[in-house]
């Protein structure tokens, strides 16, 4: 294996970084990516990896991408759930990495609801 040089290290951190950024902190927007067992049978990989390159390509700074477990629909996986700021949220389902971008571009930059893969909008109560 090859010994690694300094500039392989500021590589590897700014790799990690943009992940860290992807994952934590405050932001206009949260995607969040169920993978459940369920969810990754069903695709949710491929998904994630859709959001991930278009928040990427797009330099979107202002969204976090992050990872959960089942959301209780495993019939309608894959599934994401995109908030946005004083927004409720909305959950998708049956999901492609095509719906994916969609998503990105209708709901998390331009706004808008994408009517026809939203299950539902707004969250559970807690008791």
Same mark, same amino acid.
């Given at each position: 294996m090859a010994k690694l040089k300094p500039e392989d290290l500021e590589r590897i951190a700014q790799k990690m970084k943009k992940l860290i950024n992807l994952r934590e902190g405050e932001a206009r927007a949260r995607v969040i990516v169920h993978? +459940? @067992?369920?969810?990754? #049978?069903?695709?949710?990989?491929?998904?994630? @990896? #859709?959001?991930? %390159?278009?928040? %990427?390509?797009?330099? &979107?700074?202002d =969204?976090? &991408? @992050?990872? /959960? /477990?089942? #959301? +209780?629909?495993? /019939?309608?996986?894959?599934? #994401? @759930?995109? %908030? &946005? =700021?004083?927004e409720p949220a909305v959950k998708y389902v049956d999901l492609t990495p095509e719906k994916a971008k969609e998503i990105i571009e209708k709901h998390v930059i331009g706004g808008n609801i994408v009517k026809e893969y939203a299950l539902a909008a +707004? /969250?559970?109560r807690v008791l």
């Open positions: 993978m +459940g @067992t369920c969810g990754i #049978a069903a695709g949710a990989r491929a998904v994630m @990896t #859709a959001f991930m %390159e278009e928040v %990427e390509k797009k330099d &979107l700074k =969204v976090i &991408l @992050t990872a /959960s /477990s089942c #959301a +209780g629909f495993c /019939s309608r996986e894959p599934m #994401a @759930t995109i %908030e &946005l =700021v004083n +707004g /969250s559970e």
